[in-house]
C-alpha cells in the first residue's frame, strides 16, 4: 500500500466535523469524501444508491438477521445479508481510494478500514453539547429541543455502527491518533491546529 496521506475524520454529530474536513482538504489540495462516498460505492458495487443512504453510518440488522434464521434456517436465503454486502463494497471502496491517492474520508470506519495504511491520520472531533445543538438547530431549522434529541440519537446510531464493525469504541481517544474539542478552538482553530500535526506526519512520510 502506498505512502499516500490519508485523513479520516470521524465526529460526533453537530461537531462540525464535515466542514472541518472539508477545509482541511481544500488547504491539503486533495480530495475529500463524506456523503460522495455514497455515490462512488454505489457506481463501483452496482449496489441501489437509495439502499445505500438508508444504511449510511446505521446500526447493523445482524443480530435480527441471526435470530431470524436461527428460527427459520430452511426458508431463509444463508447469502450475505444486505448490512454485510453495503460494509463490503464500503471496505473496498475506502480501500481503493486510499492507494490511488491522498484524501480526506469522514466517518463510515474509515479509521478502521485503514489501519495498517503507513500514511493516516485518524481523527475524532468532539464538541460540547451547546456548540453542537446550535449548529443543528441553524443547519436544520430545527428547535433546541429537537436539535439536542437529534444530536442523542445520530451519535447513538454512529456508535452502534462503529463499534460493531470496528471492534473499537467510538469517541474514545485511544482509538484515534487525534482527539480535537471543536467548540474550544472552533472550526477555523481546529482546522489550523490539525493543519500542524498534518504537516509534521507528512514530514514524517517524506
Known amino acids: 500500500m502506498q505512502n499516500n496521506l490519508i485523513i479520516t475524520i470521524g465526529r460526533q454529530f453537530g461537531s462540525g466535523g464535515h466542514e472541518i474536513g472539508e477545509k482541511l482538504a481544500k488547504k491539503l489540495g486533495i480530495k ?98 451547546d456548540f453542537r445543538a446550535a449548529r443543528i438547530a441553524e443547519e436544520y431549522k430545527v428547535t433546541d429541543d429537537k436539535a439536542r434529541d437529534m444530536l442523542v440519537k445520530t451519535d447513538k446510531k454512529r456508535a452502534s455502527y462503529y463499534n460493531f464493525q470496528s471492534e473499537k469504541q467510538w469517541g474514545v481517544a485511544s482509538s484515534y491518533n487525534f482527539c480535537i474539542e471543536s467548540s474550544a478552538l472552533g472550526i477555523d482553530g481546529s482546522v489550523e491546529l490539525l493543519m500542524d500535526f498534518i504537516n509534521y506526519k507528512r514530514c514524517k512520510l517524506e
Open 32 to 129: 475529500f469524501y463524506d456523503k460522495e462516498l455514497i455515490k462512488l460505492i454505489a457506481k463501483q458495487s452496482g449496489l441501489c444508491e437509495k439502499v445505500l443512504e438508508s444504511y449510511d453510518e446505521k446500526p447493523t440488522n445482524s443480530l435480527l438477521y441471526s435470530i431470524v434464521m436461527d428460527i427459520y434456517p430452511s426458508v431463509m436465503y444463508t447469502g450475505p445479508t444486505i448490512d454485510q454486502q453495503i460494509y463490503q463494497a464500503n471496505y473496498e471502496t475506502i480501500r481503493k481510494l486510499a492507494e490511488e491517492e491522498p484524501c480526506v474520508i469522514v466517518g463510515r470506519c474509515a479509521d478502521y478500514i485503514l489501519r495498517d495504511h503507513p500514511g493516516l491520520i485518524s481523527v475524532f472531533i468532539h464538541a460540547n453539547s
